[in-house]
DNA sequence: GTGGGCATGTGTCCATTATACACTTAGACG
DNA sequence: CGTCTAAGTGTATAATGGACACATGCCCAC
């Protein structure tokens, strides 16, 4: 960046960070959200997100951010993209860097605690009256996460340490919306070679058990 | 973003754009770089960039520095990513948010103009010292880049308005590092339906001339 | 203890796509 | 008119993707 001019000397934008977490749960991709206690969009839904501090990097502020108001940590995390028209939001000019995280539906446990006066998860397909562009930047995670299912394995931070391969074909049935054949998503699956069987069997179930898969290791690859 | 604070409370960041502009020139994948002239980094070489203004969108502000920089406009841009460690700048906080842009080796003709000393195209195979974490930066657009070539048709920003099927196929061998098969190539290409033979030839060669084709259209889009 | 319910698990054929590979053609120039 | 140079073209093989149906194992009710 050209520096002619003092670096203090501009007015600056405030910055945020907003995370999408996503996990699956009931059939359906959900977002947690938060509801605001303060204007503007009182009593709106909105991302879980915050200020970026001066001393942390914008991945710290977004694990920072998921810890303080979902309680969760340890979560795949990936930057999306970043927002910024002057009007987003009417009080001043913010710009926020958006991150996408990714839980398997029994990791999280809501903590009321954190900035807002309550958080729920909600179906992507059934979402309240959101903040700011908040509904815009929902449907970029979306985009993203169904590209990259086709592309990395990124499914795994949806899962928890082992599940069957019918779990993990619903996963991908739900999130794109589209139904596939099981033998030949068994056989693409596998194909990877990045996860395993663990010889051990689904159990207490009323009809033939399944094997219990997992990953081999938990590092989110481009897998073509 | 939560509000339960003023947000005019919080000590706010930079924030800048700098953009990576390519080309390919001379069998060479090119970016446009321009001379500090200010600490830190005086005199090192540094991407086009500078500050975000509060009236202006982050699309506006890297469209407004690139043609303020090079001269040029109506070329294709994309957000890139957001870097923001906070030591990534030694005065103060500066978070940065990167965009590619790419141009025909015709289009440009570099203004001295701008905030800059001088300002060159440079080999991405042979950068010169660069400033803050630009060379971080310029490798992330190299992949990018990369990975657009394979699943859009990117390449039309570094095309003129028609151009012949080996010229095509250089820019993709040049930027993929890689050499392909001829046939294959143009199979490959006209199976998008995305250009179409001019009908015109080049001329003025001492060898067989060869078809001139052009994009139907100057939309970026997916194409698998 | 046997039969019904239910989700698991498995293989083949066909269509499409990707890859390897070499010679003729058209114009410029001397 | 012969030579130089890059343009332009087809086929055979391999790999991948997609459609498709039935037997298996466990639980549970009777």
Redesign the pocket.
């Known amino acids: 960046m050209p520096t002619k001019y003092d670096v203090t000397k501009y007015e600056r934008p405030s910055v945020t960070v907003d995370v999408l977490l996503f996990t699956v749960e009931e059939g359906e991709l959900k977002i947690l959200l938060v509801k605001r206690n303060e204007e503007p969009f009182w009593d709106c839904w909105a991302l879980p997100g915050g200020f970026v501090r001066m001393d942390e990097s914008l991945d710290e502020a977004a694990t920072r951010e998921l810890l303080e108001e979902s309680g969760v940590k340890d979560l795949y995390l990936e930057q999306l993209y970043t927002f910024g028209s002057p009007k987003r939001d009417p009080r001043t000019r913010v710009i926020t860097v958006t991150y996408m995280a990714l839980a398997a539906k029994t990791e999280w446990k809501l903590k009321s605690s954190g900035d807002a006066r309550g958080a729920g998860f909600f179906s992507v397909n059934k979402l309240p009256k959101l903040a700011f562009d908040h509904a815009e930047i929902i449907n970029y995670g979306i985009q993203r996460l169904r590209n990259k299912l086709g592309y990395t394995n990124i499914v795994l931070g949806l899962l928890p340490g082992s599940f ?4 993990l074909q619903k996963i991908y049935e739900i999130i794109l919306k589209t139904s ?5 998503f ?3 699956i596998l ?1 990877t070679g990045l996860i395993t ?1 663990s010889g051990k ?11 219990l898969y997992s990953f081999k290791n938990k590092r989110v690859v481009v897998t ?1």
Chains 1, 2 share one sequence.
């Open positions: 069957t391969l019918t779990d596939l054949d099981k033998r030949n068994r056989k693409k194909s069987a069997m689904l159990e207490g179930i009323a009809h033939r058990p399944a094997m073509d």
